[in-house]
């Protein structure tokens, strides 16, 4: 098996539009003043081609204050701009709460839709209805193995498994022993496959403990509680960058030397990085997952364009370390890392 590289390619090109103002993220719940404050953002930015202005739609499983998500509709919204494209975006973390904000989509008759497959059992029948419908879907971030099956054009994202592989590799190099992969949202299929990736090449012990991730002080808790109960344990997990600040704080009251290291990169992991509280961090790049499937949508509409030849469009994973987190401050910082 093929290992991950470390460290951080240079980035070739800068956007030709970036947006001049921050952009509230509109959920299915969102108010006229976070309408208001996308469409005067979008506003200053200035479409590179003269097609007509379609509507494309992003319903992902994101819980409220994930940071990651943040990160994938930045993308998504500059590559709108771009492209001349309406973008809206819904979320929620409830599988059949994400179909019924889908299948609101299908009904308003979006020209394009990308979604995540966390829980495909209960996408599948909305994401047929898209296609029945003649919507084109792209999905994102979770489901590679169910896309092309559920009628998707491409997935973009990271193979979950190869990217455990590369962490249980990464923890191999380190000396580690005995690990902690901390699930955040159980039935998430792309989770378990993290861990179950890490536990393939990890030659140590790999535990798993599933905490509610939309419960913080409970995470900390259950972490710091596993710690004090097993002081043998050197390393914990984490599926989420804003789980790892949660897991160095328990790390610290449970009087533990375990090393956190964490999926997903933001600029509290990169900050942790550079200060050592943080090991590593894989880095899967968000924004290129929602500035691509914005891409991909338009592509298809304008030119009748797919990439990936039927398999993935892979966005990661790329380990980060200590040596590259000063490189990355800048991006981290925009909220574009």
């Known amino acids: 098996m093929a290992r991950v590289r470390t460290g951080v390619r240079a980035i070739g090109a800068v956007l030709a539009a970036v947006l001049g103002a921050s952009l509230a993220g509109c959920s299915a719940t969102g108010g006229k003043r ?3 404050a996308r469409r005067a953002a979008e506003a200053q930015g200035r479409a590179a081609v003269d097609t007509p202005r379609w509507t494309f739609a992003m319903v992902t499983h994101s ?4 940071t990651f998500w943040d990160i994938v509709q930045k993308g998504a919204r500059q590559a709108a701009v771009k492209d001349n494209v309406k973008f809206l ?3 929620s973390d409830e599988a059949q709460q ?3 904000l889908v299948q609101t989509y299908i009904d308003q008759k979006v020209d394009g839709l990308i979604v995540t497959l966390a829980k495909p059992d209960a996408m599948k029948d909305v994401v047929a209805k898209a296609t029945r419908a003649g919507i084109p879907v792209v999905t994102v971030n979770s489901g590679s193995a169910e896309s092309k099956a559920y009628g998707a054009l491409t997935h973009i994202g990271q193979d979950e498994t190869v990217a455990g592989e590369a962490v249980g590799d990464e923890l191999d190099r380190r000396g580690r022993k005995k690990a902690l992969c901390v699930l955040h949202e159980q039935g998430n299929v792309g989770h378990e496959q993290r861990c179950s990736g890490t536990e393939k090449t990890f030659d140590g012990d790999l535990q798993n403990l599933y905490v509610d991730g939309t419960n913080m002080p409970d995470v900390q808790a259950a ?3 596993k710690l004090q109960t097993d002081p043998s344990i050197d390393a914990v997990v984490t599926l989420g960058a804003p789980f790892a600040d ?3 704080q328990a790390k610290r009251t ?3 030397k375990a090393e956190i290291d964490t999926f997903d990169l933001n600029a509290k992991v990169a900050a942790g990085l550079e200060s050592g509280d943080l090991g590593f961090a894989v880095d899967q790049q968000p924004y290129l997952q929602g500035y691509e499937a914005v891409d991909l949508l338009w592509l298809y509409r304008y030119n009748a364009d797919v990439l990936g030849g039927g398999r993935p469009v892979l966005t990661g994973p790329q380990i980060i370390t200590e040596k590259d987190a000063a490189e990355l401050q800048d991006f ?6």
């Not at 981290?332 to 890392?337: A, F, M, S, V, Y």
Request: net charge negative; no cysteine; aromatic share 4%.
């Open 34 to 36: 976070a309408e208001d």
């Open 63 to 66: 819980g409220d204050g994930d």
């Open 89 to 91: 975006y819904a979320h």
């Open 98 to 100: 994400q179909a019924q």
């Open 223 to 225: 972490i710091e509680a």
């Open 246 to 248: 949660a897991a160095v």
């Open 254 to 256: 449970a009087g533990s």
């Open 332 to 337: 981290t910082e925009r909220g574009t890392r």
